[in-house]
């Protein structure tokens, strides 16, 4: 009995070495913000409009590239975070940005829309800790 309680511990501990070390660690002090367009503000209908990725204390590399404290960019659009232990999705409201892009053009149909910047480690995974922008609202019209 003892001896398969140990084990199963045994399994248990290493199944958490492992989830660990599959994590790729971001600097504590990682800093990922929206330059631009800023919190509430009114952006033209059927006109791109650009959105600058700031990032501090962290550095970006295309995805596939595992490099220390770095990462690629993700524009959550209209959406909240995904879970944080998976996969960033891709799809229309998850773009993924994996050549290393700092920016990008959006058009928006009219309405109230939500920005939200992710960094995703070369395989698309969230950091630990994860590193995310504020959610910003923007209102196209
Ligand atoms: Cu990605």
């Known amino acids: 009995m ?10 248990a501990i290493m199944w958490l070495n492992s989830a660990i070390a599959l994590a790729t660690p971001a600097p504590a002090d990682a ?9 509430g503000q009114t952006l033209p209908a059927n ?3 650009r959105v600058w990725f700031g990032l501090r204390n962290m550095g970006v590399a295309p995805k596939g590239v595992n490099f220390p404290n770095t990462g690629h960019h993700h524009l959550l659009i209209d959406t909240d975070l995904p879970p ?13 940005f994996g050549a290393g892009e700092t920016e990008t053009t959006l058009v928006l149909p009219p309405g109230k829309h939500t920005l939200q910047l992710l960094m ?7 950091h630990t800790p994860p590193v995310y922008s504020k959610k910003i609202t923007v209102y196209v019209k």
């Open 47 to 49: 006109k791109p409009f």
């Open 120 to 126: 995703g480690d070369y395989m698309h995974m969230p």
């Open 2 to 11: 003892n001896k398969v309680i140990a084990l199963a511990s045994l399994a």
């Open 31 to 39: 800093i990922c913000y929206i330059g631009y367009p800023n919190d």
């Open 84 to 96: 944080l232990d998976k996969e960033i999705p891709s799809d229309r409201s998850h773009l993924h």
